[in-house]
């Protein structure tokens, strides 16, 4: 169709008042427009023959409903994977709470050096354990509680720190006497590790990070038993205290946001570590030499994280 009749018949006037006039323009529309035009020498303006272009038509993009359905899946999984990018513990600012060392796989070595005459005990232990550990564990094995915070790109500060105590009483009542009451084992031990890390993203779901920390433990029990046949009692103490360098290069997996997963080796390295003991009996207390002692472990273990701000 021709663009404007309005300003073709303008252009007509203007251009040749006395070969097409604003009447004759007006039944341009008619099947003959493009002749009578011809003849009336208008085709030889090059202004006026561009409005007898014909208009294009607008081309309109319709979509199915599957499409559309595929279009919006698609955009949907670009934004969700868009936002599992950016969710990760290992940003600027982000505080991360663990729980370590919940399960996993153990292998401990318990070095002792006697004070007093020299002679070295060695204990060796593989264990296995699901949220359960027996009471002789070393420092090292017991499930702690970490805070960290990302302070620049992945590079974390923080610390762990575990802490057990018991205490009890043991009663004793014989057939046909009295019963007979004393303060039954008590125990009091503690970590605390402080610890840089480095975190580093490498899928949306899955991440790397290696902790470098220095513990220090210390474990302190009581015992009180009777002495003799006056009914004396006499009590044990023991003090357990030392430093150990720890690595973990450790694996988070990601299954939801702010939730992860932390699996990987460790290795604690002893770097000092003693222990005092002495009993006392009716008031005089005797303090033995200090043993030496060391503890060593490594293994696989399983953690728990989340992340905030």
């Not at 318990?110 to 004070?115: I, L, P, Q, S, Y």
């Not at 610390?159 to 004393?182: D, F, H, K, M, V």
């Not at 009993?279 to 989340?306: A, E, I, R």
Request: charged share 15%; with cysteine; aromatic share 8%.
């Amino acid at each position: 169709m021709v663009r404007d009749l309005t300003s073709l018949a303008r252009c007509a006037d203007t251009a040749f008042p006395r070969t097409l006039s604003s009447r004759h323009a007006s039944d341009i529309w008619g099947g003959a427009a493009r002749e009578r035009l011809v003849r009336a020498g208008v085709l030889h303006n090059v202004a006026c023959s561009r409005l007898l272009e014909p208009t294009k038509p607008t081309m309109k993009t319709t979509m199915n409903g599957p499409g559309l359905a595929v279009a919006l899946l698609l955009s949907a999984t670009a934004i969700t994977h868009q936002a599992r990018a950016q969710e990760t513990p290992f940003k600027p600012g982000k505080l991360i709470i663990s729980a370590d060392r919940l399960f996993g796989l153990s292998f401990s070595t318990t070095k002792v050096v006697d004070g007093g005459n020299g002679d070295t005990t060695t204990d060796t232990r593989t264990g296995v354990a699901f949220l359960w550990r027996r009471n002789d564990v070393t420092p090292y094995e017991v499930p702690r509680v970490g805070v960290d915070v990302d302070v620049f790109r992945g590079l974390t500060v923080g610390g762990a720190l575990g802490i057990y105590g018991e205490s009890g009483t043991n009663s004793t009542q014989p057939a046909g006497a009295a019963t007979t009451s004393r303060d039954a084992p008590s125990l009091t031990s503690f970590i605390f590790t402080p610890r840089v890390g480095y975190g580093v993203p490498i899928v949306p779901w899955f991440a790397f990070w290696g902790r470098l920390g220095l513990s220090y433990y210390s474990d302190h029990s009581t015992t009180t038993n009777p002495v003799g046949m006056a009914g004396n009692l006499r009590t044990n103490k023991s003090t357990s205290s030392g430093f150990g360098l720890n690595l973990e290069p450790l694996f988070v997996f990601l299954p939801a946001p702010h939730v992860g997963i932390i699996v990987g080796p460790y290795l604690d390295v002893p770097m000092s570590g003693t222990r005092t003991t002495s009993s006392t009996t009716n008031g005089v207390t005797t303090t033995q030499p200090d043993d030496k002692l060391k503890y060593t472990d490594f293994g696989l273990t399983v953690g728990m994280l989340s992340y905030f701000l």
